[in-house]
């Protein structure tokens, strides 16, 4: 479950990424580029973060496939994704979710204190899609009044509640991946969000 779950969230992101940069209208290669940083950006930093070297994709070329995989449906199928900020909000929903458990559990493979795999989480969920937004000369969603960031925050705080509970493994990882998700749809159907500083 949990490696299954890793593939889904790089296609996830990959495929955020190629939708952004489709959108922005760059170049094939650019599209690429933007697909490859969205999915590997925040498991890249984790990795480094916990001396994790060379990184996950670095051994691994599934991952690079599935990447090359996300791009590929991403252009064939970019005209059947007729709402393309829906469907960029679908894709890039299921790879915070997904990301978050990812460094949470590498987290706690390493060993570290929970507040800390919840900031590990909250990193592998978020610094892609922060590279893909600043590539794209757009504001970081995590920087936005939306709620982003402080979903996977809760997110890892519910995961080592439920883990107390002494849960199936499969199950902990499959509840935990859709609260974040379902908490992220609500929030965005309800219009929930961090009220900003006013600079007065």
Same mark, same amino acid.
């Given at each position: ?6 593939? $889904? ?6 495929? @955020?990424?190629? %939708?952004?940069?489709?959108? *922005? #209208? ?7 580029? $933007? ?6 950006? +925040?498991? !890249?930093? &984790?990795?480094?973060?916990? +001396? ?22 991403? =252009?064939?199928?970019? #005209? ?6 829906? @469907? ?8 915070? +979710?997904?990301?978050?458990? $990812?460094?949470?559990?590498?987290? /706690? ?6 507040? /800390?795999?919840?900031?590990?989480? !909250? ?8 590279? &893909? ?5 757009? =504001?970081?969603?995590?920087?936005? &009044?939306?709620?982003?960031?402080? =979903?996977? /925050?809760? +997110?890892?705080? /519910? ?16 509840? !935990? @991946?859709?609260? $974040?998700?379902? =908490?992220?749809? %609500? ?12 600079? *007065?």
């Amino acid at each position: 479950m949990f490696h299954l779950l890793d593939i $889904i969230g790089t296609m996830a992101f990959a495929m @955020s990424g190629a %939708l952004t940069a489709m959108h *922005k #209208k760059l170049d094939p290669f650019g599209v690429f580029i $933007i697909a490859f940083v969205t999915a590997v950006g +925040g498991g !890249t930093l &984790r990795d480094v973060l916990i +001396g994790r070297t060379p990184v996950g994709w670095m051994q691994d070329l599934q991952y690079v496939y599935v990447i090359i995989l996300g791009y590929g449906l991403a =252009i064939l199928f970019r #005209k059947k994704f007729d709402k393309l900020r829906t @469907s960029l909000f679908l894709f890039d929903t299921i790879g915070l +979710g997904v990301f978050t458990l $990812i460094g949470l559990e590498r987290g /706690i493979m390493t060993g570290l204190h929970p507040v /800390i795999c919840i900031a590990l989480g !909250t990193m592998t969920a978020c610094f892609g899609g922060v590279t &893909r937004d600043i590539l794209c000369n757009e =504001i970081p969603t995590i920087f936005r &009044r939306e709620i982003y960031a402080t =979903i996977c /925050i809760f +997110g890892g705080i /519910i995961f080592f509640v439920l883990r107390k509970l002494n849960l199936d493994q499969d199950v902990l990882y499959l509840v !935990t @991946s859709l609260i $974040i998700i379902a =908490i992220r749809l %609500l929030a965005v159907k309800y219009k929930w969000y961090l009220k900003a500083f006013d600079h *007065k």
